[in-house]
């Protein structure tokens, strides 16, 4: 079992950085793959970015590519996301996940533990 809560989300001018951090409880927490989601109203949720358990990968949405770094440490059991040259179109509520397995993925069906969510909003 993996417990996730997220926290960082907040409103931010467009240009601006935010920087999502995830705190997970449970044994398994350095052997699991790591992503970030996020959902807009009205839109389903989409992939953001992904971690493998070591770190020593990770992989981006195209539409963060560049401006969206994601990053773990192990030893306090904490994945973040830093969020740059954000847009209004970042806006969403952005969810943490944890994989049952050491590598990651974009595809939100493969994600066990799911945080709460923490909103982001991005203005003009």
């Known amino acids: 079992q993996v417990q996730l809560v997220e926290s960082g989300g907040g409103l931010v001018q467009a240009g601006g950085s935010l920087r999502l951090s995830c705190a997970a409880a449970g044994r398994t927490f350095s052997w699991s793959a790591m992503g970030w989601f996020r959902q807009a109203p009205g839109k389903e949720r989409e992939f953001v970015a992904t971690?493998?358990?070591?770190?020593?990968?990770?992989f981006y949405a195209d539409s963060v590519k560049g401006r969206f770094t994601i990053s773990r440490d192990n030893a306090k059991n904490t994945v973040n996301l830093q969020m740059n040259s954000l847009k209004p179109e970042d806006t969403a509520v952005y969810y943490c996940?944890?994989?049952?397995?050491?590598?990651?993925?974009?595809?939100?069906?493969?994600?066990?533990?799911w945080g709460q969510g923490t909103q982001v909003t991005v203005s003009s």
């Open positions: 996940a944890a994989r049952g397995s050491r590598w990651p993925s974009r595809w939100d069906y493969e994600y066990d533990y």
């Open positions: 971690i493998a358990y070591s770190g020593g990968s990770t």
